[in-house]
């Protein structure tokens, strides 16, 4: 015959008593995540801060360059027609040549943007699929 002897509680609820509780555990792993996510949002923030300066500050150094490109086209300008007038014509004759080139050049930049705006259409299939839900919607309201 065999006896088997069981543990009596106590020893089993001293065993176990170091162990969380599964409630306990769910509310852990509840907290860990909540701030896990926080801190993985708030390391997002900081990237996106400094990527956010960098461009501002990279716009800013492009912007620089522009203005600074602007104001150099007057003197290459000038130089262009300085240097018609040592071939040999009149100087009032040569900055009329580099405007008239100034302006055959705003033409065609005129004409070549007009021909894409001209190529801009509407959303034809956005715009149907909004009237088709709008009238889809219309018809279900009045039903009820």
Same mark, same amino acid.
């Given at each position: 015959?065999?006896?088997?002897?069981?543990?009596?509680?106590?020893?089993? /609820?001293?065993?176990h008593?170091?162990?969380?509780?599964v409630g306990?555990?769910?509310? /852990?792993?509840?907290? *860990?995540?909540?701030t896990l996510l926080h801190s993985e949002i708030e390391l997002a923030k900081l990237e996106?801060?400094?990527s956010v300066k960098n461009a501002g500050v990279g716009v800013g150094f492009f912007g620089?360059?522009?203005v600074l490109l602007v104001f150099s086209l007057t003197f290459g300008l000038i130089a262009?027609?300085?240097?018609?007038?040592?071939m040999g014509l !009149?100087?009032?004759?040569? !900055?009329?040549i580099v405007f008239l080139l100034l302006l055959i050049v705003v033409g065609l930049l005129v004409w070549r943007g007009l021909k894409k705006v001209k190529r801009v259409k509407a959303p034809a299939r956005t715009i149907a699929t909004s009237k /088709?839900?709008?009238?889809?919607?219309?018809? *279900?309201?009045?039903r009820r």
């Open positions: 015959m065999t006896v088997t002897t069981r543990p009596s509680s106590t020893a089993a /609820d001293a065993r008593a170091g162990e969380p509780k306990q555990l769910v509310e /852990d792993i509840s907290k *860990n995540l909540s996106l801060k400094v620089a360059a522009l262009l027609a300085e240097g018609i007038h040592a !009149y100087r009032w004759l040569s !900055y009329l /088709d839900t709008v009238a889809y919607l219309k018809a *279900n309201s009045k």
